[in-house]
């Protein structure tokens, strides 16, 4: 049986998801910016990816860019969700089970919505 975390732990979980918080938005802003060249790039050319040399190296960074970005999406939206539950109080406790999730669990993934228990059945 998991025991529950203490208010200095719950504290540093907290600064962790906080700084996690604002990796994530460091992140996906410069992917914005990396998004915008692309995007610069290809209307630059007018020559259509067919014909143009750089048209395939472009699209494959275009989707390798989108595919991170929806990556960063679903981590920042599991951070808020984290933080909003630490707001609530419900932090710490499994979302499906209602059980404590172990302290360790939450050190390595602070973000962690189920107990290590509910996990491997997903
Ligand atoms: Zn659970």
């Given at each position: 049986m998991a025991e529950r975390l203490t208010d200095a732990q719950l504290a540093a979980l907290e600064r962790a998801l906080h700084r996690q918080r604002t990796e994530i938005t460091a992140a996906a802003a410069r992917m914005a910016g990396s998004l915008d060249d692309v995007r610069a790039a290809r209307s630059g050319s007018d020559a259509d990816d067919e014909h143009d040399p750089e048209g395939p190296t472009l699209s494959s960074e275009w989707s390798r860019i989108s595919g991170l970005s929806t990556e960063l999406e679903a981590r920042a939206a599991s951070v808020e969700g984290a933080l909003e539950r630490v707001a609530a109080g419900?932090?710490?406790?499994?979302?499906?089970?209602?059980q404590p999730i172990a302290p360790d669990r939450l050190d390595a993934l602070?973000?962690?919505?189920?107990c290590i228990t509910c996990a491997r059945q997903t």
């Open positions: 419900t932090f710490g406790t499994c979302i499906r089970c209602g602070p973000a962690a919505e189920l």
